[in-house]
C-alpha cells in the first residue's frame, strides 16, 4: 500500500478535513478545527513530497520524519499538523486491517466513555449566565461539568470574585455528587491560584482545578500544586513527551491532560500516557468537540486502564451536531453524556461524500 497524496478540504463552518489517500482506495481521514495557512504551507513544501509513495502503515516513521525532522533536511511540522497526518494514518490501519484504533492501540478497557459537560467564556458572564449553560448539559443528561474561565495569561487575576462567584453558583445547583472541575485558563498568579483554590475547597466538592497559570509557569505550578487539596491539571497546550516530562518533574500535577492535536498526534499520546502511568499520573485528555478529532482522542483513552475519570466534550466549538452527524455518522454524538464505541474499523468514520460535498466551502 502506498500514499498517493494529502488532500486538504475546508468546510463552510470552518473547519477543515484532512484525507490522506492510499493507492487501495483507502482513505484515512483528520479534522482541523480551523483554517490553517501552515498546514496548507506545509503540505505543498514538505508532507506530500515525503509522504507520497511511502507505506502509511510506518506510523511511527513518519511521526519522527515529521516532528523530529529528517536527514539533512529541515523537516520539522507544527505539532497539530503532525498530529493531523497522525490521525489518518490510524485511520488508514484500521481500515485496512479491519480493526478499530483502540484494538490497534492495545485494546479497550472500555468502550462507554462518561463525558463532562465543558461550557466557558467565564470572564465576559455573570454568574446566573453561566448556570443556564450548565443547565443546558443537565437537561441533556450529563453528569458531570467544568467551568471554563477563558482568562488566558494577558488578564491575569483579572476577576477571581466573579470567578469564585460563578463556582459557587453552580455547585449550589448541582447535587453533591455530581462532578464539578474548574479550569482558569492560565489566568491567575500563584497566590490568586492557591486563595481561589482553596476557598472553592471550602466551598464544596472540587474535582479538578485546571491551569491556573500560564502553562510555561512549571516552577509556580509546583507552588499550587503543593499548597492545595485538589487535583491540579495541565498538558492541554503542551506538545510531545519530553514536554511532559518536565511537566511532571517540575509541576507535579496531578491529571495530565494532552490533546491529541496540540500533542503531535494518536501515537505521541499513547507515549504519554504511558509516561503518566509510569508516574501514576491520572488521565484527563483536553478535546472538546464532536467529530473526528474526538473519535481520535477518545479511541487513545479507551486503552488507559486507569482513565476513570470522564472526557472533555463542549458545543461550543463544534458546527452544529446535525452537520457533524451528517457528515460523520449518528454514532459520533453522545447519549446522556456518554459516548460508546463502536466495532468499525479505523476512528469509526463513516464519511457521507455527498455531505462532505455540500459543506465544503
Not at 151 to 166: E, V, Y
Request: glycine share 8%; with cysteine; hydrophobic share 35%.
Amino acid at each position: 500500500m502506498k500514499i498517493t497524496g494529502v488532500e486538504y478540504t475546508p468546510l463552510k463552518n470552518g473547519r477543515v478535513i484532512i484525507q490522506v489517500r492510499t493507492d487501495k482506495d483507502i482513505t484515512g481521514y483528520a479534522e482541523l478545527p480551523r483554517h490553517s495557512d501552515s498546514f496548507e504551507g506545509y503540505l505543498e513544501s514538505t508532507i506530500n513530497p515525503l509522504l507520497i509513495g511511502e507505506d502509511p502503515r510506518q506510523i511511527n516513521r513518519h511521526w519522527e520524519t515529521l516532528y523530529l525532522g529528517y536527514g539533512d533536511r529541515v523537516t520539522k511540522v507544527p505539532p497539530h499538523t503532525v498530529g493531523a497526518i497522525d490521525t489518518a494514518l490510524w485511520d488508514i490501519l484500521g481500515k485496512e486491517t479491519g480493526l478499530p484504533c483502540y484494538t490497534l492501540m492495545g485494546g479497550a478497557a472500555r468502550l462507554e466513555i462518561p463525558l463532562y459537560w465543558s461550557v466557558g467564556w467565564g470572564w465576559k458572564k455573570t454568574p446566573d449566565q453561566m448556570l443556564d449553560d450548565v443547565m443546558d448539559g443537565w437537561d441533556q443528561g450529563y453528569k458531570a461539568y467544568k467551568l471554563r474561565m477563558d482568562w488566558k495569561n494577558f488578564r491575569q487575576d483579572a476577576n477571581p470574585a466573579n470567578d469564585l462567584a460563578i463556582f459557587k453558583l453552580v455547585r449550589d445547583f448541582l447535587p453533591d455528587d455530581i462532578y464539578l472541575g474548574f479550569d482558569a485558563n492560565n489566568g491567575y498568579s500563584v497566590a490568586t491560584a492557591i486563595q481561589i483554590g482553596r476557598a472553592m475547597e471550602n466551598y464544596g466538592r472540587i474535582d479538578h482545578f485546571e491551569e491556573p497559570l500560564p502553562h510555561y509557569d512549571l516552577p509556580g505550578l509546583r507552588q499550587v500544586v503543593d499548597a492545595l487539596d485538589v487535583a491540579v491539571a495541565t498538558g492541554e497546550q503542551d506538545h510531545d513527551r519530553w514536554r511532559f516530562r518536565d511537566i511532571i518533574q517540575i509541576g507535579n500535577p496531578d491529571i495530565l491532560q494532552p490533546d491529541v492535536l496540540n500533542a503531535s498526534g494518536p501515537s505521541e499520546v499513547l507515549k504519554i500516557f504511558a509516561l503518566a502511568t509510569t508516574h501514576n499520573k491520572p488521565l484527563m485528555p483536553h478535546c472538546p468537540s464532536a467529530g473526528i478529532k474526538s473519535m481520535s482522542s477518545l479511541h487513545c483513552y479507551a486503552t488507559v486502564g486507569n482513565a476513570t475519570r470522564p472526557h472533555e466534550y463542549s458545543t461550543e466549538f463544534a458546527p452544529p451536531l446535525d452537520e457533524v452527524a451528517e457528515l460523520y455518522g449518528e454514532h459520533v454524538l453522545p447519549k446522556n453524556g456518554v459516548m460508546t464505541l463502536t466495532d468499525k474499523p479505523g476512528l469509526g468514520i463513516d464519511m457521507n461524500e455527498a455531505a462532505l460535498a455540500k459543506q465544503s466551502a
